[in-house]
């Protein structure tokens, strides 16, 4: 009897040990594993720079997807501007119109908007692809004379000569709300600067102008070379603190047109 009591003591004390011994492998099998969630492996942290880079390229004016992009931005000899950026080209070509609507769209989610206005004519083509992914109302501004129930801005100048002020309805923008002005290009901040003054007229804040070309030949050039200022003008309208992003700037653009024989320069004041 004292032997079969001894040898159940003995055995019960060997399965204890069994137990500790398997529990112990397992917590340590745990904190092994959670070290390894915790602590990324060398292809993970190759993948997540990669994204981040991917990321910031979109946000950079001239940069890798942009330069792909400026490949169908011919520009012709047109109102007698040497260079006038047609987007007709990338209109064409769906998959780059929505990489130009991808990146405009990632930009202003992280940034946060309320509306996006798009400015006659060229900004009805931009603006409505990226407020409806965005799930945002697109607001016109248009020239004078073309929608009821509109305020206008004071006459403004472009690289085109004088133009009458911009016009928007009166109930798209309320007080405080985050506004997008968006257009094709800018050069030297006359359209723009009209369409800023709308917007604050209307108690918005304009959070950024936004084109798919920005000609930064305008942006201060120097007081000698005749070309105008838009730093200069936004100071003088005082929109200093209002934000320009462009995707593509002339540095970029290179893509000289193939023209007919027969081309002729017959553009029209708009």
Not at 21 to 44: F, L, M, R
Not at 164 to 186: N, P
Request: with cysteine; net charge negative; proline share 5%.
């Amino acid at each position: 009897m004292k032997a079969a009591v001894l040898q159940w003591f003995i055995n019960f004390a060997v399965v204890i040990v069994l137990l500790s011994s398997i529990t112990k492998a397992v917590d340590s099998s745990s904190c092994n594993s959670a070290e390894a969630t915790i602590v990324p492996t060398k292809e993970d942290t190759q993948t997540m720079s990669l994204a981040t880079k991917e990321t910031t390229s979109k946000y950079e004016q001239d940069g890798e997807a942009a330069r792909e992009i400026a490949k169908y931005l011919p520009y012709f000899p047109f109102k007698g501007i040497p260079r006038f950026y047609d987007i007709g080209g990338f209109l064409y070509e769906p998959l780059v119109f929505q990489r130009i609507v991808d990146i405009f769209v990632a930009r202003y989610e992280e940034i946060g908007i309320d509306s996006i206005a798009g400015l006659d004519a060229r900004g009805f083509i931009l603006g409505p692809p990226i407020a409806l992914a965005l799930k945002k109302p697109f607001i016109m501004m248009r020239k004078k004379g073309k929608m009821p129930n509109s305020i206008s801005s004071d006459s403004y100048k472009t690289e085109y000569g004088a133009r009458e002020g911009m016009t928007i309805q009166k109930d798209k923008i309320k007080e405080g709300d985050r506004v997008l002005v968006i257009d094709d290009l800018v050069a030297t901040g006359g359209t723009l600067s009209s369409a800023i003054s709308l917007v604050k007229l209307c108690g918005g804040t304009v959070v950024e102008c936004a084109c798919v070309v920005e000609l930064k030949m305008f942006i201060d050039p120097p007081a000698d070379s005749g070309l105008p200022s838009r730093k200069k003008l936004f100071e003088e309208l005082d929109h200093q603190e209002v934000p320009v992003w462009g995707l593509i700037s002339e540095d970029v653009l290179t893509n000289e047109a193939t023209l007919d024989k027969n081309y002729v320069d017959d553009g029209e004041e708009h």
